[in-house]
């Protein structure tokens, strides 16, 4: 079992920028590839970004391609989200989840999942 708990939400203007991060604990961290998806108001949750095990890979939406960085601290098992030049597009509930498979970018890949932190952008 994986328990992962993000935080880093909140309310910020257009332009601005939020780092999101999730904790997790139990089974190695390491272990996991790790992703986030995000889910507005009457849409599906939909892949934002995710990381390898050991961080040398990562995946971007071309939505958030140029603006979102993910990366992770295996030390201190954390992932984090950095976003910049955020837009009214981008609010939703942002989860972080936990792959058994290395590259994972679908939903049902991930086997672990937190219970989300609002990201509500202004414009």
């Known amino acids: 079992q994986v328990q992962l708990v993000e935080s880093g939400g909140g309310l910020v203007q257009a332009g601005g920028s939020l780092r999101l991060a999730c904790a997790a604990s139990?089974?190695?961290?390491?272990?996991?590839?790790m992703g986030w998806f995000r889910q507005a108001p009457g849409k599906e949750r939909e892949f934002v970004a995710a990381?390898?095990?050991?961080?040398?890979?990562?995946y971007y939406a071309d939505s958030v391609k140029g603006r979102f960085t993910i990366s992770r601290d295996n030390a201190k098992n954390t992932v984090y989200l950095q976003m910049n030049s955020l837009n009214s597009q981008d609010t939703a509930v942002y989860y972080c989840a936990a792959s058994s498979r290395n590259g994972a970018s679908l939903l049902r890949e991930y086997e672990y999942w937190g219970q989300g932190t609002q990201v509500t952008v202004s414009s």
């Open positions: 139990g089974r190695t961290f390491s272990s996991y590839a």
């Open positions: 990381i390898t095990r050991r961080g040398g890979g990562t």
